[in-house]
């Protein structure tokens, strides 16, 4: 997650000069209060997280003797490890920005998509300020820690201590249901809403899966994930009727 600072920026200075006039109304200021909100929680979750401290060898040491008290639903990926699904994962968050351009394809309403487009990041940032916020106080160590194939050079890493919640799921949640949820708005008698959200539903779960399959999360971290981000993406929008 540590090129998103960057992405956002570009993606704001984007949004500003596509924006017109919508459905959702002109930019107000609602929005400069929910992106000024988000964009300042996810400052001081990266504030608070940077001052984490890593985990030592013995901590964990002792972490692995402890993994029969994870709850049984979240142990069994504990013995999860695969590099190449955290890279596709990895591929999915990096590409998931592009989900609300589906507005931009829509001949009805491309000539507004910049604000929607801003709407759209609105929600990525009160998403980021969520996920940095509940890691930099959960503080939960990622499954690979407990899985003693895992080099431990990976685990004496302060990311191997922000497993809760899954920030790639909630963020790909929550710009998959904004699209479908605009998109909806936008259109309300196109009999093409129900795959957009089937489209915006099976997205952020495969992302989830990956996410377990490579170690980096627990089935309860991507459940969390998914339920936050995809509220997000629903609520967004209204905000804004």
């Known amino acids: 997650m540590k090129h998103w600072p960057g992405l956002v920026l570009l993606f704001s ?11 959702y109304g002109p930019v107000n200021s609602r929005d400069a209060l929910i992106g000024g909100a988000g964009a ?23 972490l692995q003797e402890q993994r ?12 999860q490890w695969s590099p190449p699904a955290q890279r596709i994962s990895d591929g999915f968050l990096l590409a998931s920005p592009a989900l609300p351009l589906a507005l ?10 910049g604000r929607h487009a801003l709407i759209a990041l609105e929600g990525l940032l009160v998403n980021m300020a ?3 916020l509940t890691k930099a106080n959960a503080r939960r160590p990622r499954p690979f820690v407990f899985n003693p194939d895992v080099p431990l050079p ?19 949640a929550s710009l998959s249901f904004v699209s479908a949820r605009m998109y909806t708005d936008l259109n309300p008698d196109d009999r093409h809403d129900t795959l957009a959200w089937a489209t915006a539903s099976v997205i ?11 170690g980096k999360h627990y089935l309860t971290d991507v459940l969390a994930g998914y339920a936050v ?9 209204r905000l804004h009727r």
């Open 204 to 214: 952020p779960a495969i992302t989830g899966y990956l996410r377990i399959r490579g």
């Open 13 to 23: 200075f984007w949004c500003l000069l596509l924006n017109g006039q919508s459905f």
């Open 104 to 113: 931009a394809l829509d001949k009805n309403t491309n000539h507004q998509f």
């Open 40 to 62: 300042g929680l996810y400052g001081l979750g990266l504030i608070i997280t940077q001052k984490v401290e890593p985990l030592t060898p013995e901590a964990v040491r002792l």
């Open 130 to 132: 969520f996920m940095q």
């Open 229 to 237: 981000g995809a509220a997000i993406g629903l609520i967004v929008p």
């Open 154 to 172: 990976y685990k004496l890493e302060r990311d191997a201590r922000f497993s809760f919640f899954s920030g790639h799921t909630s963020t790909v």
């Open 68 to 79: 029969g008290d994870i709850w049984g639903v979240d142990r069994w990926v504990t013995r």
